[in-house]
């Protein structure tokens, strides 16, 4: 009888594996999208049939499928929101590449390896992402700049003269977005040594 019980903690434990609970760690949203998908789907059979089944589950009970089902679809909600972001930054960073000027970005951080990028054309719709952005990320910090694509690179130029840790951050966040664009940091933004 324990067998069943098993397989479903197993299940939980894989699918919690591949789908860390912070947002910002996903770094494979079609591998996380699957995963969830094949747990909901496993919990919905398991959810029908369980009357039939229940004596099988010795430490799981109706309640808790139906808890773990609503954790899923919580976490669908939260995948469809990351995939809604990328799809966003991909198609600004393709104007970013076609656009004869600079356009305004922000990069929201938290320590140095989660983030969110938002660049737009217009600075109010960044600052507002940005904003957005922040509360999502507790604890973050918003740094500002424009970016070009310039020389077969996206160019980052910040306000602040951030230098690195941000670059590795920056390939990251474009790559997660399905692009295919070095990064690069502007030369003030490189070093702190003056030209």
Same mark, same amino acid.
């Given at each position: 009888?324990?067998? $069943?019980?098993?397989?479903?903690?197993?299940?939980?434990? $894989? @699918?919690?594996?591949?789908?860390?609970?912070?947002?910002? *760690?996903?770094?494979?949203?079609?591998?996380?999208?699957?995963?969830? *998908?094949?747990?909901?789907?496993?919990?919905?059979?398991?959810?029908?049939?369980? /009357?039939?089944?229940?004596?099988?589950?010795?430490? =799981?009970?109706? +309640? +808790?499928? $139906?808890?773990?089902?609503?954790?899923?679809?919580?976490?669908?909600? &939260?995948?469809?929101?990351? #995939?809604?972001? #990328?799809?966003?930054?991909?198609? @600004?960073?393709?104007?970013?590449?076609?656009?004869?000027?600079?356009?305004?970005?922000?990069?929201?951080?938290? !320590?140095?390896?989660? !983030?969110?990028?938002?660049?737009?054309?217009?600075?109010?719709?960044?600052?507002?992402?940005?904003?957005? !952005?922040?509360?999502?990320?507790?604890?973050?910090? &918003?740094?500002?700049?424009?970016?070009?694509?310039? !020389?077969?690179?996206?160019? =980052?130029?910040?306000? +602040?003269?951030? /230098?690195?840790?941000?670059?590795?951050?920056? #390939?990251?966040?474009?790559?997660?977005?399905? &692009?295919?664009?070095?990064?690069?940091?502007? /030369?003030?933004?490189?070093?702190?040594?003056?030209?």
């Amino acid at each position: 009888m324990a067998r $069943a019980d098993e397989k479903l903690k197993a299940s939980l434990k $894989a @699918w919690r594996k591949i789908c860390p609970e912070d947002p910002t *760690d996903i770094e494979d949203v079609g591998k996380t999208q699957a995963a969830t *998908d094949k747990i909901e789907r496993e919990l919905m059979t398991l959810k029908v049939q369980f /009357r039939r089944k229940a004596d099988e589950y010795e430490e =799981f009970s109706a +309640d +808790d499928v $139906a808890a773990h089902l609503k954790e899923v679809k919580a976490y669908q909600k &939260v995948l469809r929101e990351v #995939q809604s972001e #990328q799809t966003e930054l991909k198609k @600004w960073l393709a104007k970013v590449r076609s656009s004869p000027s600079a356009l305004p970005f922000a990069l929201v951080v938290k !320590g140095n390896d989660k !983030g969110s990028l938002h660049v737009f054309k217009q600075e109010n719709r960044v600052d507002r992402s940005a904003r957005e !952005g922040k509360q999502d990320i507790t604890g973050s910090k &918003v740094h500002n700049g424009t970016c070009e694509y310039t !020389g077969g690179k996206l160019v =980052f130029d910040f306000e +602040d003269n951030a /230098r690195a840790p941000w670059k590795p951050l920056l #390939q990251k966040l474009v790559n997660r977005a399905g &692009v295919n664009m070095k990064v690069a940091l502007a /030369r003030n933004s490189e070093s702190d040594e003056p030209s």
